[in-house]
């Protein structure tokens, strides 16, 4: 059964989910998914060590004009950042373990109902 935003949603669900294993197996903690912040959100924020990791989680269909990182705009980047700012801001400013935020990109493509992630790290 389709997810919220339905068959979209539920396909957004499964590359957040694809990620969110991919940063576990690098050694990575899931902090949040799908973080709101305001009106702003944020698809996985992941932590190791001192690290903070803002990662913002694409995917498109077989038939899409663009692909995943392609459909990056400049004014996506920009809410993005603004959001992991404020996170920034708010929770990890005067959090003496936290030292870096980065903000990456993964690419999730589904072959034959797998998930395979491309990811690039301070994509932007």
Not at 30 to 53: H, K, P, S, T, Y
Not at 83 to 91: I, K, N, P, V
């Amino acid at each position: 059964m389709p997810g919220p935003g339905g068959p979209r949603g539920a396909l957004g669900q499964r590359a957040e989910s694809a990620v969110a294993d991919y940063l576990e197996r690098a050694g990575f903690a899931i902090v949040a998914r799908n973080l709101r912040l305001g009106r702003l959100e944020l698809d996985i924020v992941a932590r190791r060590a001192e690290l903070i990791a803002v990662v913002e989680v694409r995917t498109r269909g077989a038939t899409a004009w663009t692909s995943g990182f392609g459909s990056l705009t400049p004014a996506k980047c920009e809410r993005i950042r603004r959001a992991g700012q404020r996170l920034w801001r708010e929770r990890y400013q005067h959090d003496p373990s936290a030292a870096l935020l980065r903000f990456d990109a993964a690419c999730v493509h589904f072959d034959g109902g797998e998930p395979h992630v491309d990811y690039v790290a301070a994509a932007f």
